[in-house]
C-alpha cells in the first residue's frame, strides 16, 4: 500500500525526515508543512500547531499519516486530533508529550521508575523563596531549568551561586523550575523509534550545543552532531536503563507512546545518568542519524503506529558527521534575509540539509536567503569518522554568504576518546624502554671509570678531574645533524652507518680547534619508534664512539608522529672535546703564501644529499656505473670518515696552522672560516683526484663548478693550512694520500677556483 504521508516542521531535521520519506517506495505523495526552501514534496502554508488546520488539511488531501518533526505540535495536541479525526500519527499525545514540556512531570517519572538521574527538587511558579532556600542548603554545583518548553533558551548550567540564584529568580516567575545536580561527564543522545509496547534504538549520537569550539559560549540549538558515537555504552544498554521502563510503564497506563523518544544522557564516573527527554527526534542527530539507516525509513515509522516494530533497527557499517552553517548573530539575533549565494551539491559522501532557508520571492524561485539562525546542516558520510568529518567540512568549504558562522572542531570529543593510550597516540614508551635495552651493551663499551651516570640517567656526567693535568683547559662543543642522508638510510634500511655519520662529522668539528673529544650524547627522533633501529644506529654511533676514545654518555629518542612521516627519522649529535688554550687552531700567523693540502672524504660525507637524491633518482640504487666498484647505494651511503687518528701526529707538533672540515657549504664556504682579514684562498681545480661519485656528478649535472663546489666536498673532506716550509712536514707526518690544492694569498676573504 502506498500513503499520502504530511510531514510537519521545517528545519534540518525535518528536511532529512523528508527526505528518508520520499524514498521511500511506500510514499505516494510527501506533503510537508511548512517545510523550508530545500525540502521535498509539495510545501503547504499550515501551521503545525494549528490542530484544527492540520485535520482539515489531511481530509482535503486524503492523507492517511501525519510524521510530527518539531515539539510544538505534540504540546499542543495535535496527535489526539489526529487520532480522533481517524488518521493516523507518528508521535505521542499531548499527556505523554508532558515527558518534554513538563521537566517536572519527566522528572517525577524518572525517580518513581528507579532511571538514574541527578539529585533534583522542582518548585512551582512563583515559590522563589523556597527555591532560594533549597539551593542554598544544596551541597553541589546545579543546572536550572524552567519545566516547559522555551525553545532551548529555558535552561541556565550555573558557574556559581549567584548565577544559579540569578537564573531562578528569572526563570520562576514564569513557569515551574526543576533545580538539579549538575553532572560532570560525556554527554550523548540516545533516540529509539517505540510503537507503544517496545522501544528500538538508533546509533547513539554526539551533539555540540554551545556556539565556539572546545564548547564554549552560549548554548544553541545545536551545531553539530555525529555518529555512531563510542562512548563506552552500547545503544541497546543506554535503551533499556532510559527508554524501554518508561514505554512499558505508559503501555502500562494505557497511554501507549508511539513515536520517537530522545533521552539525553550524561556519562559520569558514577555511571549514566539522565538530562533529560525529547519527545521526537533531534536536530541535529537526526541528520546524521537517518544516512545511516539501512531500513526503508517510512516502513519504520509505519511499523511503529501499528504496533509491530519488531527486530533492532538494521543501520549502515559507516559513521556520519553534520556541521551547522548559522548566520551571523546567532543565537541572540540571527540574520535574516541574507543571499545565499553558494550551496554545495548532495552526493553520495554528502548530504545538504536546509533550515532556515526562504526564497525571497516565493512568486519566483531564484534568490535563496537566510531565514532564521541555523541555515543548513552540511552531513559527510564515510567509512570512518575520519572521513565523514572530511565530507562534511569539505561540504562546508563550499557554502556561501555574509557573516557566515561554523564550528571547526565537530567530532573533537570522538577524537580525543579514540585515543586509549599514548601508544595509540603513535609514542610507544614500552618500544622506547626496549629501546634501551637493546643499545645498552653497545654503549657500554664505551664507558671509562670517569664515567658517573650514563643511558638511563636524567643527564650523563662524567669526572673531569683529569683536566688539572692542562695548562689551561678549553671545552670545545659542536652539535650537528646528518641531513637528508638518513631518508636514503631509512629507505634503504642501511641504519648503522648513520651513528657513524653523526659522531665522526661532530669529532671532526672539535678537531679543527685541535680538540680531543670527550663525550657525545644523540638525538633520535622519528615517527614511530622501532627498538630495533634505533639500537642500530646507536650501535653505529657507539663503534664510532669506542674508535675515537671518547664515552657515549647519553642522549634522548623521541617518538613523534605527525612531525615526521612513517618510516622516516632524524639523528643530531652534540660532542665535547677539551684542548689546551694555547694550542687551539686557527692560528693567528696565517699569511699570503701558506699551502692548502687536501686529504680525500670518502664520499659525500654528510652533505648534498638532497641535490644527490634529485639528480640520480632515475638512476637505481644497485646500478654498478661503468669504472666503478661498488653500487650507486654503497657510494652514497659510505660512512663519514673521521680524521682524529690520521691526523693526531701532525697535530702533536707545530705546523699545522689550521684545519677545514669540508661541510656543508664545501670548499667555497668552509675555506674562509679560518682566513684572517686581507687573505683569500685559491684552489686550483684538477689538483687532486675526482673519486668516480663525483666524476659522475659533474658529468651529469648542469652545475658551475662554484655551485657544484659550493654544494659538496667533490671529494675533499679535511684541509689542512701550513706554511710553505711545514709541507712536507706535514705531508710526511700524515699517513695516508695528500695533495696541495692550493695556497693562501692576498686579497678579501674568498676562495677562488681556478
Known amino acids: 500500500m502506498k500513503h499520502r504521508v504530511l510531514l510537519l516542521g521545517s528545519g534540518a531535521r525535518e528536511h532529512a525526515m523528508a527526505q528518508a520519506l520520499a524514498a521511500s517506495s511506500s510514499c505516494a505523495q510527501l506533503f510537508v508543512a511548512p517545510g523550508n526552501a530545500g525540502t521535498p514534496g509539495r510545501r503547504l502554508a499550515v501551521d503545525p500547531c494549528d490542530t484544527a488546520a492540520v485535520v482539515a488539511l489531511c481530509a482535503r488531501e486524503h492523507i492517511d499519516l501525519v510524521v510530527v518533526g518539531p515539539e510544538a505540535p505534540l504540546a499542543a495536541g495535535v496527535v489526539d486530533a489526529l487520532q480522533a479525526a481517524g488518521v493516523a500519527a507518528f508521535g505521542p499525545t499531548h499527556n505523554v508529550a508532558r515527558l518534554e514540556s513538563s521537566k517536572v512531570f519527566a522528572r517525577e517519572m524518572a525517580d518513581q521508575l528507579g532511571i538514574p538521574a541527578p539529585r533534583y527538587a522542582t518548585f512551582a511558579r512563583g515559590e522563589l523563596a523556597a527555591a532560594q532556600s533549597w539551593l542554598q542548603s544544596f551541597d553541589a554545583p546545579v543546572v536550572v531549568k524552567q519545566s516547559g518548553l522555551a525553545a532551548g533558551k529555558g535552561v541556565v548550567v550555573a558557574n556559581s551561586r549567584d548565577e544559579a540564584l540569578a537564573a531562578l529568580e528569572r526563570l520562576i516567575a514564569i513557569d515551574d523550575v526543576v533545580v538539579e545536580e549538575r553532572l560532570v561527564g560525556v554527554e550523548c543522545s540516545l533516540i529509539s523509534l517505540c510503537d507503544g509496547k ?35 555504552y552500547s545503544a541497546e544498554d543506554l535503551d533499556k536503563a532510559f527508554i524501554r521502563p518508561i514505554v512499558e510503564h505508559l503501555a502500562a497506563q494505557g497511554t501507549p507512546y508511539i513515536g520517537a523518544l530522545f533521552a539525553g544522557v550524561m556519562l559520569t564516573a558514577d555511571g549514566a545518568r539522565l538530562l533529560e527527554y525529547n519527545c521526537r527526534f533531534g536536530d541535529p542527530e537526526t541528520q546524521v542519524m537517518l544516512p545511516l539507516l539501512q531500513e526503508d525509513f517510512l516502513q519504520l515509522i509505519l511499523r511503529c503506529v501499528h504496533g509491530s516494530l519488531g527486530a533492532p533497527i538494521a543501520v549502515r557499517d559507516a559513521s556520519a558527521l553534520g556541521v551547522v552553517v548559522a548566520t551571523q548573530g546567532y543565537p541572540v539575533a540571527p540574520h535574516r534575509e541574507v543571499e545565499i549565494r553558494t550551496l554545495p551539491k548532495s ?65 573533537w570529543r570522538a577524537q580525543a576518546r579514540a585515543v586509549r593510550s599514548y601508544a595509540q597516540a603513535g609514542v610507544d614508551i614500552a618500544e622506547g624502554n626496549r629501546a634501551v635495552q637493546l643499545m645498552k651493551a653497545s654503549v657500554e663499551e664505551t664507558m671509562t671509570p670517569a664515567v658517573l651516570r650514563g643511558v638511563g640517567a636524567f643527564g650523563g656526567s662524567i669526572d673531569v678531574s683529569f683536566l688539572k693535568n692542562f695548562d689551561a683547559p678549553v671545552l670545545v662543543a659542536s652539535t650537528d645533524g646528518v641531513g637528508t642522508k638518513v631518508e636514503l638510510a631509512a629507505r634503504t634500511r642501511r641504519l648503522r652507518g648513520v651513528g657513524h655519520d653523526i659522531v665522526n662529522h661532530c669529532i671532526n668539528d672539535v678537531l679543527v680547534q685541535r680538540a680531543t673529544p670527550l663525550f657525545f650524547l644523540d638525538y633520535i627522533a622519528s615517527s614511530r619508534l622501532s627498538a630495533s633501529d634505533v639500537a642500530e644506529v646507536v650501535g653505529g654511533m657507539a663503534e664510532a664512539c669506542k674508535n675515537a676514545g671518547c664515552v657515549l654518555i647519553g642522549g634522548e629518542t623521541a617518538e613523534m608522529p605527525g612531525v615526521y612521516r612513517d618510516g622516516a627519522f632524524d639523528v643530531a649529535g652534540t660532542l665535547v672535546g677539551v684542548a689546551e688554550r694555547a694550542r687551539l687552531l686557527p692560528e693567528s700567523t696565517i699569511a699570503p703564501g701558506d699551502v692548502l693540502i687536501a686529504l680525500a672524504s670518502n664520499g659525500a660525507h ?25 653500487t650507486l647505494l654503497d657510494a652514497l651511503l659510505i660512512s663519514h670518515r673521521s680524521y682524529l687518528h690520521v691526523l693526531s701526529p701532525v697535530l ?79 705531508r710526511k707526518a700524515i699517513d695516508e694520500d695528500t695533495w696541495i690544492i692550493g695556497e693562501i694569498t692576498e686579497g678579501p676573504c674568498e676562495v677562488r677556483l681556478v
Open 198 to 232: 517496545t522501544s528500538r534504538p538508533l546509533p547513539i549520537a554526539q551533539d555540540h550545543k554551545r556556539i565556539g569550539e572546545a564548547d564554549v559560549g552560549p548554548n544553541t540549538g545545536g551545531m553539530g552532531a555525529y555518529a555512531p558515537a563510542e562512548v563506552g
Open 347 to 411: 552526493s553520495p559522501v554528502l548530504e545538504v540539509y536546509h533550515a532556515a532557508t526562504e526564497f525571497r520571492d516565493s512568486a519566483s524561485p531564484s534568490t535563496l536567503v537566510t531565514a532564521g539562525g541555523r541555515v543548513v546542516t552540511c552531513v559527510g558520510i564515510g567509512a570512518s569518522l575520519d572521513e565523514a568529518r572530511t565530507h562534511a567540512y569539505a561540504g562546508v568549504a563550499a557554502v556561501d554568504f555574509d557573516g557566515m558562522q561554523h564550528r571547526r572542531d565537530i567530532g
Open 606 to 630: 654528510t652533505n648534498g644529499y638532497t641535490y644527490l637524491r634529485r639528480a640520480l633518482e632515475w638512476l637505481p640504487l644497485d646500478a654498478v656505473p661503468v669504472g666503478w666498484n661498488c
Open 652 to 730: 702533536a707538533g707545530d705546523a699545522v696552522k689550521a684545519l677545514v672540515h669540508i661541510t656543508g657549504g664545501g670548499l667555497i664556504e668552509n675555506i674562509p672560516r679560518v682566513l684572517p682579514a686581507g687573505c683569500a684562498a685559491t684552489v686550483r681545480l684538477g689538483s687532486w683526484p675526482l673519486p668516480p661519485l663525483f666524476s659522475l656528478v659533474r658529468e651529469v649535472s648542469s652545475l658551475d663548478d662554484d655551485e657544484l663546489h659550493r654544494t659538496l666536498n667533490m671529494g675533499v673532506g679535511m684541509v689542512v693550512v701550513a706554511a710553505r716550509n711545514d709541507v712536507e712536514a706535514v
